[in-house]
């Protein structure tokens, strides 16, 4: 069956906002910090560390570039899926092992890239919460680009 361009929307607008605020929600309880503050360090990656003393602004831009990167990020998955079949009828495996992807491209190239620019720090227990986050990031966009029930 053909991938319509409605099961594709779906995939990337509504996996990509729901994955997006998913991750805003799991990087506010993993740092045991407001989502407001996460928003505010989301938009330091354009603003630096001025964007913590940026207020309600700071925040929406944080917000705008959490959506924007989550859909932008769903497009590539559900992309995929179109001309990888295999990713939309094996969900579950297709986003773990996308969503374990996602986390290396943003740990170690997007945010040393960005304006707040520092090199990744390992610590074991944050990795393994931020990577279980990025997984759920990933299972979320896959779910909303799986194949319907009825597929084999």
Do not use: K
Not at 109 to 116: D, G, K, Q, R, T
């Amino acid at each position: 069956m053909q991938y319509t361009g409605r099961q594709m929307a779906t995939g990337i607008v509504v996996g990509g906002l729901v994955a997006g605020n998913v991750d805003i929600g799991a990087a506010s309880l993993i740092n045991g910090v407001n989502p407001i503050v996460i928003l505010r360090a989301i938009a330091s990656g354009l603003l630096g560390n001025a964007s913590f003393d940026g207020g309600t602004p700071a925040a929406a831009l944080g917000y705008a570039l959490q959506c924007g990167m989550s859909v932008l990020i769903a497009t590539v998955f559900v992309t995929a899926a179109r001309v990888l079949p295999g990713l939309r009828f094996r969900w579950i495996a297709a986003g773990v092992s996308f969503g374990i992807v996602v986390y290396f491209v943003m740990e170690y190239v997007v945010v040393p890239l960005s304006a707040i620019g520092h090199a990744p720090r390992f610590h074991v227990v944050s990795f393994l919460e931020n990577l279980l986050a990025m997984i759920v990031f990933g299972l979320i966009i896959a779910y909303f680009a799986r194949a319907p029930a009825t597929q084999p």
